[in-house]
């Protein structure tokens, strides 16, 4: 079992920045083995891919729409990924959400490949 807990979401201006942290609580096994997501949910729509990191030796991926604004990094001394947000635009405003799947092979399966959530944090920006 993992547990996750987000934080860092906030309100902010268009261009703005935020860093969103996912704090992992695993138990058995180690936070290293385990693919990293974010995921985001608009008002009135789907969860939505936004980036994820893979266990091993750390490709990152993201959706199109945040590719030069967004990085996501991990550290796995702290069992903690991140998500830097530059650039910010209102299109941005949703509840973020990290995920997690144990040795996961396909970081951009979606919501279905991720086996953990945490509870989520808001983001808003405003024009």
């Known amino acids: 079992q993992v547990q996750l807990v987000e934080s860092g979401g906030a309100l902010v201006q268009t261009g703005g920045s935020l860093r969103l942290s996912c704090a992992a609580s695993t138990s058995t096994r180690t936070f290293s083995d385990y693919t990293m997501g974010w995921f985001r949910q608009a008002p009135g729509k789907g969860r939505e891919f936004v980036a994820a990191?893979?266990?091993?030796?750390?490709?990152?991926y993201y959706i199109d729409s945040v590719k030069g604004r967004f990085t996501i990094s991990r550290d796995n001394a702290k069992n903690t990924v991140y998500l830097q947000m530059n650039s910010l635009e209102p299109e941005d405003t949703a509840v973020y959400y990290c995920a997690a799947d144990y040795r996961g092979a396909n970081p951009v399966m979606g919501e279905r490949g991720y086996s953990y959530w945490g509870q989520g944090t808001q983001v808003t920006v405003s024009s």
């Open positions: 990191i893979s266990w091993r030796d750390s490709p990152t």
